[in-house]
């Protein structure tokens, strides 16, 4: 079958007529759908509802670690804790502290901290000129949101299927201007792909003119595989390959509970270099006594090690693989032979990276708001929203059940198809 | 009987040979004591033990408002929370945030958005000139610490009985770089002052050169009373007044239940003007989805409402009331006569503030550590912990059992007269 680019005018008239007869019955059932965000489902939030009632008496209020994790104090987070996340992330305890219930909030503050005075040297505002950060897009639209939030000018940086384009870094850290880089290594929001080796190595082995450059390695997705682990990507850990380089301070890796246990209430972990921990901790002693050990409690009484978080993990693996496998399903069906769209088969992650036809990804977006289906805003996975292409679409499956999702999929289906012959005609 | 000051040297030197052989023998016990923090006891904490407990099964999950605590979102707290600080602090829901654990974090941040763009107009860093604060002092050592992290200079405003001096209060803010303020109205940290109704009004009439001058109204005791609370402290609302000046946006109050539930896993709440709370709010959606909605329910749970809070507190105080009185009691056996110490008699709050001997407090401090109790640094109220009297000493009653706080106290009193004969005898 020819694709819509080979179609003849009256072809595409006669296929507009169709889809937007599609497109308007879908209309008319007047649903009302989320696709928009990385929410776990309510199935996966009950995986850890244990944890709701494991403290349930006064004397299980005391760590093993001999604490009252009601009371006051223990800055770095319960040593339990830590000692999970240094298996986890394979980083040694003392390179390890416990934060609150969101790593944005720790990137955020990491962030804030590099900027002012007493974090590193002099801080990055010190100079008087105007900050750059490197942004790998597509990319994940909070860390975006937060570099804006601050006038820090965004550049971004081509992702590639194996992580960023590191010409394009090499080229753009010769600027001392250019303090950093936000990095999703494994499973990248939104395109799910996981850096190789040699990227990895590569990013390891960056001289950046700025002696004061960061990294913030955004381990957002360690763990979160949609095929069995064996089968899934694996990502070299960064710390060993920066020490070969002497590059151990450039790298600030945070990871978070988040999509483990419950979204608004789980822990969070930052790991990073001793000199780095030091300057975290001496600000965080000025920030708070102690982030919320009970919770950290909850949680180490609960994920207890590694192969317990595992096979945690394997029950939400359960839920959203026939997720992704739903929507997956609908684009084969419905961008088969049309010749508009692409998209990723990610072994892990939370989203599926569409790309429509260029041009159409926003009114793909409206046609499904008009529909009923709320999708992320087209645009947001690069910096200040802006696409270039006006080609990408982030596709988050984990919410909806799937009888849910799979509407939403026929919808998206429907109206790219419809943005893109709408297009064509208009030529 | 006769003072220290009128002593002859003889009848000093005999009454210094009294006081080492009874500083001695206490010394020989090998106490370990800590009166240093303001922590609640135990036995405090057990009284929020049901807060660990009270999200029993799945359906508890879901606030009243309708909300899975579980998942992302709600970032200015749950609504059920909002409104139980707007009937406890007497400020409309639109104008409370529901904060994180520690609202120590919550000035951090604020003052932190205060320094950078974004927050302000320009933020206070903007001009390049060194900035200023007003630290009435005595004061609370964590207040002061955020501040010389900064680097930000603070100017000492000497505490009266009813709040700090207005007059250097407004002689201060005619320089533009003086940009706020921090205050504990009520039940000050550590005089135990309430801030009268005049000082309150004259605080909301200041009109300060900066024009983005900010007090944080640390309202850390407010329901924290050792008597009835009819027969407690009372303070003004600090908003109304600040409206009828149209000064709303000078000030930001914050307030916890670190000592009313758990010290380590409470909530926090910021009140502000409408305008504040815009750009607290702005920040915020960069720093995380939302704070953690589930202790948030189980806060509501158990402390329900205003009424329900108050026969609460009225458990704490029959915690607290007999350690200040064990203190009391110790300082007025001990330091009766000798003229060489004054302490106050606070009606609430956390602490017992001790004024020793001029040019004694270090060494008070020294020889009761020497004799196993462990102090706040002396000095430590001050900015800089710099004392110029070098004669205030903060105690902390909440933590130590009645018994321990009785020999705490003993070892104090000893302590305090050795150090002011060894002054007088160094004559």
């Not at 503050?109 to 950060?133: E, R, V």
């Not at 950093?180 to 040699?198: I, L, R």
């Not at 945070?254 to 979204?263: A, E, G, L, N």
């Given at each position: ?34 696709m928009?965000r990385g929410k776990p489902s309510?199935?996966q ?214 999509k ?59 839920i959203m693989?026939?997720k992704f ?25 939370y989203f ?44 988050a499956p984990s919410f909806p ?27």
């Amino acid at each position: 079958m020819a694709t819509y680019l080979e179609f003849t005018k009256p072809a595409l008239e006669a296929e507009h007529k169709e889809l937007l007869q599609k497109y308007n019955d879908l209309k008319a059932l007047g649903l009302k759908l989320d696709m928009s965000r990385g929410k776990p489902s309510a199935d996966q939030l009950n995986l850890s509802d244990d944890m709701l009632t494991n403290i349930p008496t006064l004397k299980d209020v005391f760590s093993d670690s001999g604490y009252d994790t009601r009371n006051y104090g223990v800055l770095e987070g319960l040593p339990e804790c830590r000692k999970f996340f240094s298996d986890l992330l394979e980083v040694p305890v003392e390179n390890i502290i416990i934060g609150g219930n969101a790593s944005l909030r720790v990137m955020f503050d990491y962030i804030t901290q590099c900027l002012l005075p007493n974090a590193l040297d002099k801080g990055w505002l010190a100079s008087g000129k105007p900050i750059k950060f490197l942004c790998p897009c597509p990319g994940y639209d909070r860390h975006f949101a937060i570099l804006e939030y601050y006038g820090i000018e965004m550049l971004p940086i081509d992702m590639e299927d194996d992580g960023p384009n590191i010409e394009q870094i090499r080229a753009a850290i010769r600027d001392e201007q250019v303090k950093g880089m936000f990095c999703v290594p494994k499973y990248s929001n939104p395109t799910g792909c996981t850096y190789s080796d040699e990227k990895v190595k590569a990013i390891a082995a960056l001289q950046p003119a700025a002696k004061d450059f960061r990294v913030i390695w955004d381990n957002a997705y360690l763990i979160h595989d949609l095929v069995e682990p064996e089968q899934g990507d694996k990502l070299l850990n960064i710390f060993p390959e920066a020490e070969k380089n002497g590059t151990e301070d450039m790298f600030i890796e945070v990871c978070s509970t988040s999509k483990i246990t419950f979204s608004g209430a789980g822990i969070s972990a930052i790991a990073a270099s001793e000199k780095n921990i030091a300057a975290i901790k001496a600000r965080m002693s000025k920030q708070f006594i102690s982030n919320d050990k009970i919770n950290q409690l909850r949680h180490i009484r609960f994920l207890k090690d590694v192969p317990t978080l595992m096979a945690h993990m394997a029950k939400h693996r359960e839920i959203m693989a026939p997720k992704f496998a739903a929507v997956d399903a609908a684009f084969t069906e419905g961008f088969t032979d049309c010749g508009i769209a692409t998209w990723s088969k990610p072994k892990g992650g939370y989203f599926i990276n569409l790309d429509v036809m260029e041009g159409t990804a926003r009114e793909t977006v409206r046609l499904c708001a008009e529909a009923g289906v709320v999708l992320t805003a087209a645009g947001s996975p690069f910096p200040y929203g802006k696409d270039p292409k006006d080609s990408n679409i982030r596709v988050a499956p984990s919410f909806p059940p799937v009888e849910e999702l799979k509407k939403c999929a026929e919808i998206l289906v429907i109206s790219a198809k419809l943005a893109a012959v709408e297009k064509l005609l208009a030529k």
